[in-house]
C-alpha cells in the first residue's frame, strides 16, 4: 500500500504496521490441513464471509466459537486468551457466548493450536444465558456482525441433493438412449444408466445437452442424482477446501458452485468404469484437481 507521507497514519495502519505473523502460523497456514481436533485455531469461510474460530469440540458435531484480536471490544460473555496461550503471541478474545456448530466445508486454512489449559478453560465455562444490555453500543454491534457471519458460516452447504428427475427431462425431451450416447460420444452401457437417471452427467456433459434439452447447463445439474455420501464426506475434508477455491477461480464460479461440479464430475468419471465395487474417492479427488489445476 503506497501512503502519502503528509496524510497522518490510521489507527488500522498503525497496528498493522506493528504485527508481525509467527513463523509457526505461516508453516500452519501453508501446510496440508490436518483432521478437526479440539483447541485449534482456524480460519472459517465461505464466499465473502471470513472469521477466525477455534474448536470446542467435534463429538458428532464440531462446535467452535469466535475469535477476535480486539481487546476494546469485549462483554460479559468473552474470554480473554493470553498470548503464550494461543499461536498468534497476541493476546485473543473467545466470544463464548456466540457457540456455532460449523460443517466441514468452511475449515479453510489451519493456524494452529491453543494451549491445553486454554483449551480446557473454554470448554468447561458455561454458555451465558442472554446477551449483556448494559455494555457500550459498540460492542453491540460489533457482536451482532459476529453473529450474523457465525449463522452464515453454520448455514452454508452446497450439495443440497439433486432432484433425481434426469431421466423424466431426457424422456420428456423425446431423447433415445441412443441419443445419449452419440451426444456424449459413450457406450451403450453408460448411456443407459444416464438415461435411467443412475448417474450423473458433469457440467461439461451438461453444456452438451444444454441445446438439445432447452435447457439451462445449471437447471440439467439440478436434476441430477444425488452424489454418494462417502464422496461428500471426502470433499468436504478441510485439506480439500483450498483446491476447491482454486477451481472456483479458475473457472469463474462461485464456491457451492465448484463443489458441485467437482463431485458430479468426479462421480461421472468413476461411473463410466463398470463393475467398480469399492471406489477410493481421495484418489479420484486427488486425480482430478491433478489434471485441472495443474498440480502434477
Known amino acids: 500500500m503506497i501512503r502519502d507521507a503528509a496524510r497522518p497514519q490510521s489507527r488500522l495502519e498503525a497496528a498493522a504496521s506493528r504485527v508481525t505473523v509467527p513463523e509457526a502460523v505461516r508453516q500452519a497456514w501453508t501446510d496440508t490441513a490436518p483432521g478437526l481436533t479440539a483447541g485449534q485455531v482456524w480460519r472459517a469461510r465461505w464466499g465473502d464471509r471470513v472469521q477466525l474460530v477455534v474448536i470446542l469440540g467435534t463429538e458428532r458435531r464440531t462446535t467452535v466459537l469466535p475469535l477476535s484480536f480486539d481487546l476494546d471490544y469485549t462483554d460479559s460473555t468473552t474470554t480473554r486468551i493470553a498470548a503464550e496461550a494461543n499461536p498468534f503471541g497476541v493476546p485473543l478474545i473467545a466470544w463464548h457466548g456466540l457457540p456455532e456448530v460449523l460443517p466441514s466445508a468452511v475449515f479453510d486454512r489451519f493456524v494452529g493450536q491453543l494451549a491445553p489449559d486454554a483449551t480446557a478453560t473454554l470448554a468447561s465455562e458455561p454458555i451465558p444465558a442472554a446477551e449483556d444490555s448494559s455494555v457500550p453500543h459498540p460492542v453491540r454491534v460489533y457482536r451482532a456482525l459476529l ?63 444444454a441445446p438439445l434439452l432447452g435447457e439451462s447447463v445449471d437447471a440439467i445439474m439440478a436434476a441430477n442424482p444425488t452424489p454418494p455420501s462417502d464422496l461428500i464426506v471426502c470433499l468436504e475434508q478441510p485439506a480439500r477446501h483450498r483446491q476447491v477455491l482454486a477451481y472456483a477461480a479458475r473457472r469463474s464460479v462461485d464456491v457451492p458452485t465448484a463443489y458441485r461440479d467437482v463431485a458430479y464430475q468426479t462421480w461421472a468419471l468413476a461411473a463410466r468404469q463398470t463393475g467398480a465395487k469399492a471406489i477410493n474417492w481421495d484418489l479420484r479427488l486427488d486425480t482430478l484437481f491433478a489434471a485441472v489445476l495443474n498440480e502434477q
Open 147 to 209: 453473529e450474523d457471519t457465525m449463522e452464515e458460516l453454520a448455514a452454508a452447504q452446497w450439495s443440497d441433493g439433486g432432484s433425481g428427475q434426469l431421466s423424466v427431462t431426457l424422456q420428456r425431451a423425446g431423447l433415445s438412449v441412443q441419443d445419449v450416447a452419440d451426444a456424449l460420444g459413450a457406450t451403450p452401457q453408460r448411456a443407459f444408466a444416464i438415461w435411467r437417471g443412475q448417474v450423473p452427467l458433469s457440467r461439461e456433459e451438461a453444456e452438451t445437452f
